[in-house]
């Protein structure tokens, strides 16, 4: 029974997360503030989903500095793939460990260092935008896990996209009298 709970929470996460994802004329952050509020269910499958999303890796804390935490990529017509590398340096005294970075919606997808890195070292973060069947003002989110403190790090990328207007449905033709 556990079993299927844990399952029917992972399949209603991931279907949250589509359509926000599917979501094609709107900004991801209005969108968001638009949708019903989904209410965390108070048991012990609840707790294993979200404790696995977020666990920042255990031991000593260290401290990360980016170059940059914010990119606009300006205007770019649908379909296209944005990229862009955001460098950042580990400022803290112990070796920084990444042990997670997720985009706001499947259309936004970082590459991250899997290994440590050391104190004064530097190391980048990619991250690739999927304008694919979006439209307009476009703003997401990437969230980086690592052991600092916090254990979060948001990245932001937006800019404008130049998508197609869904078409008007079609207008049937009447025959006309003669």
Known sequence: MLKNVKLGLLA????????A???????NSDAAADAPAVQPVANEASSLVNDQ????PAGPTTSITFE?????FGTVDAGAIVEHTYAFTNTGSEPLVISNAKGSCGCTVPDWPKEPVM???????????????????????VTITAN???AQTFLYISGEVNGVDRPAPPVQATPQAQ
């Open 12 to 19: 209603l996460a991931m279907g949250a997360t589509m359509v």
């Open 21 to 27: 994802c599917q979501n094609e004329g709107e900004n």
């Open 53 to 56: 999303a977020t666990a920042a």
């Open 68 to 72: 940059e935490s914010e990119f606009n």
């Open 119 to 141: 104190p004064g070292q530097t190391g980048e973060i990619r991250v690739k935008f999927d304008s694919k069947n979006k439209n307009k003002a476009q703003k997401k989110k």
């Open 148 to 150: 600092t403190e916090p």
